[in-house]
């Protein structure tokens, strides 16, 4: 099983992005999926995450601005970022919990995609 991050990259203050995270190999079926993020010098903090069913929470710093998604179909999930701040930058990171057989849960980690919020 692999998660596969991608869309980070360079944005102005107040720009939009949008991340995709997509899970593939030998999976049974995705329970809840996490968006977090590491800025230079910090510590990973929780930044979004949804359940199965499409419950979502997030961390206050992104409330209003952050909206994660997921397809269940595509087994991919998503992070539309707007009004984006650069305190936003960090590299982001997709995290899943998996069952790759029905017995067998497992928390999987994608590898990290940078989002630069400059001008």
């Known amino acids: 099983v692999q998660l596969q991050a991608s869309g980070g990259g360079l944005v102005q203050p107040g720009g939009s992005l949008r991340l995709s995270c997509a899970a593939s190999?030998?999976?049974?079926?995705?329970?809840?999926m996490r968006w977090y993020r590491q800025a230079p010098g910090k510590q990973r903090e929780l930044v979004a995450q949804i359940t199965r069913g499409g419950s979502t929470n997030y961390a206050d710093a992104v409330k209003g601005r952050f909206t994660i998604s997921r397809d269940n179909a595509k087994n991919t999930m998503y992070l539309q970022m707007n009004s984006l701040k650069p305190e936003d930058t960090a590299i982001y990171y997709c995290?899943?919990?998996?069952?790759?057989?029905?017995?067998?849960?497992?928390?999987?980690w994608g590898q990290g995609t940078l989002v630069t919020v400059s001008s």
């Open positions: 190999g030998n999976i049974f079926s995705i329970s809840d």
């Open positions: 995290n899943a919990d998996i069952r790759p057989n029905w017995h067998t849960l497992r928390e999987y």
